[in-house]
């Protein structure tokens, strides 16, 4: 399965098309799509298995459009750590809606750690 399945498999491509919608889209270990609005930052780092995120809100943003984030794994067996760090500045808000899409599973193990 290739990536562009997947985002439609989630139902993201809807989301990743419109440019006034923040999304980051990984896959294993890989950013495959990000966009960013004014005021969003996110940065990533690859991991050997997995990736390290900072996602940064400045002060005195509201991001009316909800923020989509999507993991996933295309192969049969891996292992997808992440890790994620969110600061949302002062008078800041944003929703988001985040999901995992394992569509071909044997061996996977996902495991996320966020700190808020």
Request: with cysteine; charged share 30%.
């Amino acid at each position: 399965m290739d990536v562009e399945n997947l985002i439609k498999l989630a139902k993201e491509d809807e989301a990743l098309a419109d440019k006034d919608t923040a999304h980051l889209t990984i896959n294993l270990n890989k950013v495959v799509s990000k966009n960013l609005v004014p005021g969003l930052h996110i940065d990533t780092r690859e991991l050997k298995d997995g990736v390290d995120i900072k996602l940064r809100l400045d002060d005195d943003v509201v991001i009316e459009k909800k923020v989509h984030m999507c993991f996933g794994v295309t192969h049969e067996k891996a292992l997808q750590r992440i890790k994620m760090d969110i600061e949302i500045g002062r008078n800041s808000s944003m929703s988001v809606s985040s999901h995992c899409i394992f569509p071909k599973a044997i061996n996977v193990k996902h495991i996320m750690d966020a700190k808020i």
